[in-house]
């Protein structure tokens, strides 16, 4: 939020009677900030979605530095310095959300650039991948096409990504192999290991194939399921996007090894019920 509205000179230049502006410049992707540091404010709440209707995930104290991320439009906060639909990513982690209304940025307006990646909704349920027409068509073959899911996968992902595609079935194998070797005895479905196992395998492709590819691939292959009734459907896309979010996260980082680094942390989210169950309901499972 702008807590300097009175900074409102600007050094304006006329030649010739044109009026020159300083050229626009592009937003980062992070800035730092810091908590308000105010008598009536003890924290700032971290939240798993960019929203009051969001659960607290985190606090973070009055007056403390930290870097945010992207920015997303998100529900309406009312702060000490008025309204704002503002919310900010922190740790490229979809699951961490701060409102504007109550850190200091020195303006109203948006400080870093806007998520590439659609945040969550609760009230829309999950969102919806890019609608362009490639997608519309992938779609829509991945529909009429019910005999195999591992070749409905690579079929959707293929009129999108070519030949990169071959590696949402190495995904996906490796998420099954994972979750057997971490959760031996678990059920089939709508349990942790459920969770914990969508959470890799979209981790896994977006390694490959990038955030929002791997979230599409995992988006239709869950959609095309007729038979999966809406609580479960809503489960698997909410772990979906956290997979997606945390395997860009190891490609951001370059790690050297970047599948170890989405299993160690869709488990520690699992085991600490981070991950969602049944109609999206963080750790219900």
Known sequence: MNRTISRLLVALFVTAGFLVAPAA?????????SALDDADIEYVNVRSGPGTEFPVVDTIPAGIDFEIGCWVDGGEFV????????????????????TDGIIWTGSNEPVTEPCSFP?????????QPDTTAEATVAGAAGAESSVDNDWVDLFDCTIVHGWRCTHALDARNWAFDV??????????????????????????????LD??????????????????????????????????????KAKELDVDDQWGYVLEHCETLARNGELYGLDGVKGDY
């Open 25 to 33: 410049h592009a937003l980062p992707s992070t800035a730092l900030t």
């Open 79 to 98: 702060g000490i310095y008025g309204a704002t639909t503002i919310w900010y990513q922190l740790d490229n982690d979809p699951g961490r959300w701060v």
């Open 179 to 208: 979750t057997d070797w971490k959760y031996p005895d678990h059920s089939a479905h709508n349990d942790e290991a459920d969770a914990f196992r969508h959470c890799t395998w979209t981790g896994a492709m977006a390694t490959r």
């Open 119 to 127: 945040a969550p909704s609760i009230e829309g349920r999950m969102p």
């Open 211 to 248: 955030q929002s590819g791997a979230y599409y691939v995992g988006y239709v292959h869950e959609i095309n399921d007729s038979a999966q009734p809406d609580a479960e459907e809503e489960m698997d896309l909410w772990n979906n996007f956290i997979g997606a979010g945390l395997g860009a």
